[in-house]
T-cell receptor, first 113, second 116 residues
């Protein structure tokens, strides 16, 4: 079965600084990878996804992620964060022939002025 | 329309009440999901409907009863809940079940449920 680890529970970053959130997955084949963002009291919004092809994926809100098979990682990055990026971020992995998503524990991002 | 809607946004109920949560999507998705999410935790899958048939029940207590009246609607009927059932209940849908596009789930805003 697939699984996801997000090593950082909480990250604080200054507005305008860069942000990187880590995600490591465990799956025997090429995974389907997702990053979701959740603002307080809201549902999950898909930031970006990786199915195949180019390993650098561009998403919404200026986010990008890079799939590295050798490191089993799918880290999320943003060059310059805005106060509105303060939220909970979940990495998720899906498998072939299975519609279940395995979510990581999440990383809380706090943005300071 | 790429939206999943959920009603109500907030619900407070007593342990003897019966209530229902509703979810609707008009993206033509044939898989729909119910998740339960506690604060600061990832969503936990409860049920999956595929082509209006229940295909996954993650050992959810019978006080939660899902229903899929048609391909656009998903309900969750609640009865005799416990205070520990208080949580954010999220609905999601996906294009088809299976890997890839089937994993790309679109989430609604959720219903915040409080059980007194």
């Amino acid at each position: 079965a697939q699984s996801v680890t997000q090593p950082d529970i909480h990250i604080t970053v200054s507005e305008g600084a860069s942000l990187e959130l880590r995600c490591n997955y465990s799956y025997g084949a090429t995974p389907y990878l997702f990053w979701y963002v959740q603002s307080p009291g809201q549902g999950l919004q898909l930031l970006l996804k990786y199915f195949s092809g180019d390993t650098l994926v561009q998403g919404i809100k200026g986010f990008e992620a890079e799939f590295k098979r050798s490191q089993s990682s799918f880290n999320l990055r943003k060059p310059s964060v805005h106060w509105s990026d303060a939220a909970e971020y979940f990495c998720a992995v899906g498998a072939h022939n299975d519609y279940k998503l395995s979510f990581g524990a999440g990383t809380t991002v706090t943005v300071r002025a | 329309d790429t939206e999943v809607t959920q009603t109500p946004k907030h619900l407070v109920m007593g342990m003897t009440n019966k209530k229902s949560l509703k979810c609707e999507q008009h993206m033509g998705h044939r898989a729909m999901y119910w998740y339960k999410q506690k604060a600061k935790k990832p969503p936990e899958l409860m049920f999956v409907y595929s082509y209006e048939k229940l295909s996954i029940n993650e050992s959810v207590p019978s006080r939660f009863s899902p229903e899929c009246p048609n391909s656009s609607l998903l309900n969750l009927h609640l009865h005799a809940l416990q205070p520990e059932d208080s949580a954010l209940y999220l609905c999601a849908s996906s294009q088809v079940h299976g890997g890839g596009l089937g994993n790309e789930q679109f989430f609604g805003p959720g219903t915040r449920l409080t059980v007194l």
